[in-house]
């Protein structure tokens, strides 16, 4: 398996898995929205063979009162159900996060399984004084320091891109 950033012919299949991951198209759609609208994304496919299995997106979001706090937000990761639970989306997510790592950013959020995302250093966000914009549990709106120390005194609410709002729970 190969892990690598998408490329303009991978559209389609990233389109694809997102579907047949998530059983609906929102997820697609928003991906498609966020590749036109937000500069600044991380994209990335992991391949198998000639194929496209798993799909994670990384975007920056804004934390309210720190305009110099470079955060990225997770979202949508998806993987092909016939390659769930075989280390693709654990792949994708490291890559991911180094990605994240090599750009600057200090932290990166994910509103995600709380019992998925702890292996990768994730802790819900409120630890840090940090809220979701969206009314979630505290155990699913979780964030990762990439630099230790950069949340230190950060707190308020994380903001995302106007895009996710057309996406239903």
Same mark, same amino acid.
């Given at each position: 398996?190969?892990? @690598?950033?998408?490329?303009? @012919?991978?559209?389609?299949?990233?389109? +694809?898995?997102?579907?047949?991951? $998530?059983?609906?198209?929102?997820?697609?759609?928003?991906?498609?929205?966020?590749?036109?609208?937000?500069?600044?994304?991380?994209? %990335?496919?992991?391949?198998?063979?000639? +194929?496209?299995?798993? #799909?994670?997106?990384?975007?920056?979001?804004?934390? =309210?009162?720190?305009?110099?706090?470079?955060?990225?937000?997770?979202?949508?990761?998806?993987?092909?159900?016939?390659?769930?639970?075989?280390?693709?989306?654990?792949? %994708?997510?490291? /890559?991911?996060?180094?990605?994240?790592?090599?750009?600057?950013? =200090?932290?990166?959020?994910? %509103?995600? #399984?709380?019992?998925?995302?702890? @292996? $990768?250093?994730? +802790?819900?966000?409120? @630890?840090?004084?940090?809220?979701?914009?969206?009314?979630?549990?505290?155990?699913?709106?979780?964030?990762?320091? %990439?630099?230790?120390?950069?949340? /230190?005194?950060?707190? =308020?609410?994380?903001?995302? #891109?106007? /895009?996710?709002?057309?996406?239903? /729970?």
């Amino acid at each position: 398996m190969l892990i @690598r950033p998408e490329e303009e @012919r991978d559209r389609a299949a990233v389109h +694809a898995v997102n579907v047949v991951a $998530f059983g609906r198209s929102d997820e697609a759609e928003l991906v498609a929205a966020l590749r036109a609208q937000v500069p600044g994304a991380i994209s %990335l496919v992991a391949e198998e063979g000639e +194929a496209v299995v798993g #799909h994670i997106l990384f975007t920056p979001v804004t934390l =309210g009162g720190h305009p110099g706090l470079s955060i990225m937000g997770l979202a949508p990761m998806a993987v092909a159900p016939d390659h769930q639970r075989s280390g693709v989306g654990s792949a %994708l997510v490291r /890559a991911g996060l180094e990605r994240c790592r090599e750009r600057g950013a =200090g932290a990166v959020v994910v %509103l995600g #399984h709380g019992e998925y995302y702890p @292996r $990768f250093g994730f +802790a819900p966000a409120s @630890r840090f004084g940090i809220a979701s914009e969206y009314d979630v549990p505290d155990d699913v709106f979780l964030i990762v320091e %990439l630099q230790p120390g950069c949340l /230190a005194s950060a707190s =308020g609410t994380i903001r995302y #891109h106007a /895009a996710f709002g057309s996406v239903s /729970a």
